[in-house]
């Protein structure tokens, strides 16, 4: 993979205790204690060569892997786990293997290739991203943080992000499991803030090594740290490689200072707009409406086609404004166009 060669070394203790400026904030302060500390290589040292040896086999970090299928997982990646990605990044790849073969369809196929993998207007950010790599770069994925930002749907992670995994560029790459490593082990705290902060991105950048190899190691690195070890419910301590010198468990393992919010799913319209995209996934013909709000008559034999999502949709017996709503909604978002009076995905 691209960033994956061994680095050697002892696991030397550091610390970043030194130098903290109690009065600011704890990120701050560590960010500006983290600058310019003679043991931040030591930091690098031991995390990068911890991935060497664990490091997940995944298809978008290989070196043959293409910036568009590195930009695809990225997205895909975005609140769903790998094991739910992998299939269908495979399953696009092989269908679109290129920004011009995916913008060369209908947004509508993006969209019922999507499977299950929810949040469903990824699809069309993809479909817009790669229309916009084909009229805009001559259907190269772009190289540069600033002309990925400026890709439909791709926000600053994101660019950062394909930046670095794919063309091995130096960009501070912050998401989740990124800024949970962060604030455990360098700013003490259980969990970082409801959103990412200023201070964060400052303490990113602090930590990030200056040569850009190691630097796309490095974020890897950390983000697998949080993916596998430091996670959020159950981290894995004992099998850290940098537990000795973590803040947060020096401190005596705190509690965090918030709940966490999980996002319910039964019952809720996203739970109904689920049923619908499943049933416009697999239509050959616009489905009128009604077909969304009465059971068909039981004939006696198992459904078969649409009509088996059909039946789920059925199944959660949802009001009938809440179906209102799922149908306009998917219609506001672009997932769903109404053609010869019913419902379809966008051609």
């Given at each position: 993979m691209l960033w994956s060669h061994p680095v050697c070394g002892a696991a030397e203790p550091f610390h970043y205790s030194v130098g903290i400026d109690t009065q600011t904030s704890p990120s701050t302060a560590a960010a500006d204690a983290a600058t310019g500390h003679a043991d931040l290589q030591v930091l690098h040292r031991r995390v990068t060569s911890w991935f060497d040896g664990i490091a997940r086999d995944l298809p978008w970090r290989e070196p043959d892997c293409s910036p568009w299928g590195v930009l695809v997982s990225e997205i895909m990646l975005q609140q769903t786990p790998v094991v739910r990605v992998l299939p269908v990044w495979h399953q696009w790849l092989e269908r679109w293997p290129t920004p011009s073969a995916l913008a060369g369809e209908p947004a509508g196929e993006a969209v019922r290739s999507w499977g299950r993998l929810g949040y469903p207007r990824r699809a069309l950010r993809l479909h817009a991203a790669a229309t916009a790599i084909v009229q805009d770069h001559g259907g190269k994925v772009p190289d540069t943080y600033t002309e990925l930002l400026a890709l439909p749907g791709v926000g600053s992670y994101t660019a950062a992000a394909v930046a670095a995994f794919a063309y091995g560029r130096r960009e501070t790459v912050v998401d989740t499991n990124i800024r949970r490593v962060h604030a455990r082990l360098v700013s003490g705290a259980a969990l970082p803030a409801p959103a990412?902060?200023?201070?964060?991105?400052?303490?990113?950048?602090?930590?990030?090594?200056?040569?850009?190899?190691?630097?796309?190691?490095?974020?890897?690195?950390?983000?697998?740290?949080?993916?596998?070890?430091?996670?959020?419910?159950?981290?894995?301590?004992?099998?850290?490689?940098?537990?000795?010198?973590?803040?947060?468990?020096?401190?005596?393992?705190?509690?965090?200072?918030?709940?966490?919010?999980?996002?319910?799913?039964?019952?809720?319209?996203?739970?109904?707009?689920?049923?619908?995209?499943?049933?416009?996934?697999?239509?050959?013909?616009?489905?009128?409406?009604?077909?969304?709000?009465?059971?068909?008559?039981?004939?006696?034999?198992?459904?078969?086609?649409?009509g088996v999502p059909l039946a789920a949709l059925h199944r959660l017996n949802s009001a009938p404004e809440q179906l209102e709503r799922a149908l306009a909604g998917l219609l506001a978002d672009g997932l769903a166009e109404m053609h010869d009076g019913g419902f379809r995905l966008p051609a």
């Open positions: 990412l902060t200023a201070a964060e991105m400052r303490l990113a950048a602090a930590l990030l090594p200056d040569d850009d190899e190691t630097s796309v190691r490095w974020n890897a690195a950390v983000m697998e740290l949080g993916a596998l070890l430091c996670t959020a419910r159950a981290p894995k301590c004992a099998a850290c490689p940098v537990k000795d010198s973590c803040a947060w468990l020096a401190a005596g393992e705190p509690p965090p200072s918030y709940v966490p919010k999980g996002q319910s799913w039964h019952g809720t319209d996203r739970q109904v707009r689920g049923a619908v995209m499943a049933v416009l996934r697999l239509a050959e013909a616009p489905v009128h409406p009604d077909m969304f709000q009465r059971e068909p008559a039981d004939l006696g034999h198992a459904a078969e086609g649409i």
